[in-house]
C-alpha cells in the first residue's frame, strides 16, 4: 500500500530540476541585496550623524512609514534592516506562492498530478515536496545574506537573525499558497486568494505603524519580520510566531488535501446546466475570470479603505515644519502631507494591481496548457478572438481595480471618490505595460511565459528598490515602467501626459506582437 508521504523526495528532485534556474537566480539575486544596500548606505551615510539625521527624515515620512515601517536602529544594519524588512517579506512571498502554486494547484489542473497519483506517489506527496524546496530555499537564501552583511563589518548574530527575518515573509506565504490551492480548482483563482490575502496584511501592518497602533503589527507576517528587530534588540523568538503560523497553515493544508478530490477544489465548481446566457468565447472568458475579479476587488477596495482611514486626520497630526518641508519638497508649496502618502502608498500597491492583471492576462496559457483551448479552437471560432477574450480582462480588470482602490481610498479619507479614484488611475499605463509583456511572451515563449513574465515584475520591483539607494540608474533603471509615471499628488497640476502615453502605446505594441505569433506558433497544450 502506498503510504500518503511516498514519493516526496522523488518530487522534490523533479521540482528542483524543473526550476533548476528560476531558484538559483531568485537566491542569487536575493541574497546578494542585502550586502549592497549595507554597502550602498555606508557610502552615501559615512557618519552616524548622517544615518540618524536619514532615519529622523524617514520616520517623519507618512509614506516611508506605511511602506517600510519604523527604523529601530539608526546603524548600517538597523537601516539596511528597515529598508528590506517588508519589501523582501513582499518579493518573497510573492515568489513563494508562484511556487507553491505552480508544483501543486496548475499540476493538478494540467492533468500530470493524476497521472503521477497512478503511480507511487502518496496523497500527501506533491503538497509536501513543494512546500520542501520553498521553504529550503528560503532558509538558504537567508543564510547567504548573512556572509555580505559581515563583510560589511556588520555584527554576525543580527545578521544572521536579518538572514531568516528576510526569508521568514516567503515561509509565512509558502504556507498561504498551501491552504489557497487546496480551496480552488483553478490555479488563477488560488494565486488570486493568496495574493489578495498578502495585500491585506500587507496593508495591516502599514496602517499599524502609520498610526502607531502596534498591537495591529502583531496580526501580520509582515509585521513579524520587522519586529524581529535585527541590529536592535534582536527578538529571536518572534521568528517562533513565523514557524507557529507556518505549521499551522502547513496542517490545515493538508487536512483539507485529504477531504477533497485530485483537480477538484474545496470549494466545487458548479456544475451545469449554467444558468443565463454565454455571449459567445467573450461570455465564457467572462465566467472564468469574474471570481478572481470579484475576489481581487474585494481585497483592494479593503486596501482602499485602510489606506484612506490612515490618511485621515495625517494633515491636523503632522502639521510640523519637518513635515511641511517634506511635502513642499515633493509636489511645490501648498501640497499637503497626505497627497505625499498617497502618492507613495499608490505606487506600492499598483504594483499589486500588476500582479493581479498578470494572474488574468496568463490565464489564456493556462487553458492552453489545460487542452481547453484546442477543444474549443476546434469550432468556428479564430485564435485572436478567443485570445482577446480572455486580454479584454486582463487590461480592463486592472482599470477596475485601481479605480476601486482609489474609489474605496477617497471615501473614506474626505468623501472625494473621483479625485482620489483618478490619482490611483494613473498608474495603469504602467500596469498595462506588464500586460504587455506577458502577452508577448505568450506568444514568443508560451512554456515559458508563465515563469518569465513573474520573474519580470520581480524585477522590477528589485529596480525601484535598489534605485533608492543609487545602486541602478541610466537605462537599467529606465527599465521599470513605475518609474515612469509621474509623482502625481492628490492636488498637483495637471499631469504630465506623455509618459503615460509612451508606456501605453508600448503595451499596445508588445500585445499586438503577441497575438500576431500566437496565429503562427502550434498550440502548446503540455506545460
Known amino acids: ?35 549592497s544596500i549595507a554597502s550602498a548606505t555606508t557610502r552615501l551615510y559615512p557618519g552616524q550623524a548622517a544615518r540618524e539625521a536619514f532615519a529622523a527624515v524617514s520616520m517623519s515620512n507618512p509614506a516611508q512609514l506605511a511602506t517600510r515601517g519604523i527604523v529601530y ?26 511556487l507553491v502554486i505552480r508544483h501543486t494547484r496548475a499540476e493538478e489542473e494540467a492533468g500530470r498530478r493524476e497521472l503521477l497519483s497512478s503511480g507511487a506517489i502518496g496523497r500527501h506527496a506533491p503538497l509536501a515536496a513543494a512546500l520542501v524546496v520553498v521553504l529550503a530555499a528560503g532558509l538558504l537564501l537567508g543564510l ?50 493568496a495574493l489578495a490575502i498578502g495585500g491585506v496584511l500587507f496593508a495591516v501592518r502599514s496602517v499599524a505603524d502609520m498610526t502607531g497602533t502596534g498591537w495591529l503589527a502583531w496580526l501580520s507576517p509582515f509585521g513579524w519580520v520587522r519586529l524581529t528587530e535585527p541590529y536592535a534588540r534582536d527578538r529571536w523568538w518572534v521568528l517562533g510566531l513565523v514557524a507557529a503560523f507556518v505549521v499551522a497553515l502547513s496542517a490545515v493544508a493538508f487536512a483539507l488535501s485529504a ?3 485530485v483537480a477538484g477544489g474545496l470549494v466545487p465548481a458548479r456544475q451545469g446546466p449554467a ?30 479603505a485602510l489606506v484612506g482611514g490612515a490618511a485621515r486626520g495625517l494633515d491636523a497630526q503632522l502639521d510640523t515644519p519637518q513635515f511641511r518641508e517634506l511635502a513642499m519638497t515633493m509636489g511645490g508649496a501648498g501640497v499637503r502631507v497626505s497627497e505625499v502618502f498617497f502618492t507613495f502608498v499608490m505606487y506600492v500597491l499598483s504594483q499589486l494591481v500588476a500582479g493581479a492583471a498578470l494572474v488574468s492576462a496568463l490565464r489564456v496559457r493556462g487553458e492552453e496548457a489545460a487542452g481547453r483551448a484546442e477543444l474549443l479552437l476546434s ?95 541610466g537605462g537599467v533603471l529606465d527599465l521599470s515602467p513605475f518609474i515612469h509615471v509621474p509623482a502625481l499628488l492628490l492636488d498637483a497640476g495637471p499631469a504630465q501626459t506623455g509618459p503615460l502615453v509612451v508606456l501605453t502605446l508600448l503595451a499596445a505594441a508588445m500585445a499586438a506582437a503577441g497575438l500576431v505569433l500566437l496565429r503562427r506558433r502550434d498550440l502548446m497544450p503540455s506545460a
Do not use: C, K
Open 1 to 35: 500500500m502506498t503510504g500518503a508521504w511516498t514519493g516526496t523526495w522523488t518530487l522534490v528532485r523533479l521540482i528542483l530540476r524543473r526550476d533548476r534556474v528560476l531558484l538559483p537566480v531568485w537566491i542569487a539575486i536575493s541574497a546578494v541585496v542585502p550586502a
Open 73 to 98: 536602529d539608526a546603524s548600517v544594519g538597523g537601516l539596511t534592516a528597515w529598508t528590506l524588512g517588508a519589501s523582501g517579506a513582499l518579493i518573497g512571498g510573492l515568489i513563494s506562492i508562484l
Open 144 to 193: 547567504l545574506a548573512m556572509p555580505g552583511l559581515t563583510g560589511n563589518g556588520l555584527p554576525v548574530g543580527s545578521s544572521l537573525l536579518f538572514g531568516l527575518s528576510y526569508a521568514a515573509g516567503g515561509w509565512a506565504f509558502a504556507a498561504v499558497a498551501a491552504v489557497a490551492a487546496q480551496v480552488s480548482a483553478s490555479s488563477g483563482t488560488a494565486r488570486g486568494i
Open 259 to 261: 477531504r477533497r478530490d
Open 275 to 304: 444558468e443565463g446566457a454565454l455571449t459567445g468565447v467573450l461570455g465564457l472568458a467572462g465566467r472564468l475570470h469574474r471570481g478572481a475579479l470579484v475576489g481581487f476587488a474585494a481585497g483592494f477596495a479593503a486596501m482602499g
Open 379 to 473: 469550432g468556428p471560432v479564430g485564435r485572436v478572438r478567443w485570445a482577446l477574450s480572455h486580454l479584454a480582462f486582463a487590461f480592463a480588470g486592472p482599470a477596475l481595480l485601481l479605480a476601486v482602490l482609489g474609489a474605496a481610498a477617497g471615501l473614506v479619507y474626505d468623501g472625494d471618490v473621483l479625485r482620489v479614484a483618478g490619482a490611483a488611475l494613473a498608474y495603469l499605463p504602467a500596469v498595462w505595460f506588464v500586460t504587455g509583456v506577458a502577452v508577448l511572451l505568450f506568444g514568443v515563449l508560451p512554456r515559458l511565459a508563465m515563469a518569465v513574465s513573474w520573474v519580470v515584475l520581480g524585477a522590477f520591483l528589485v529596480i525601484d528598490l535598489l534605485a533608492e539607494f543609487r545602486l541602478v540608474e
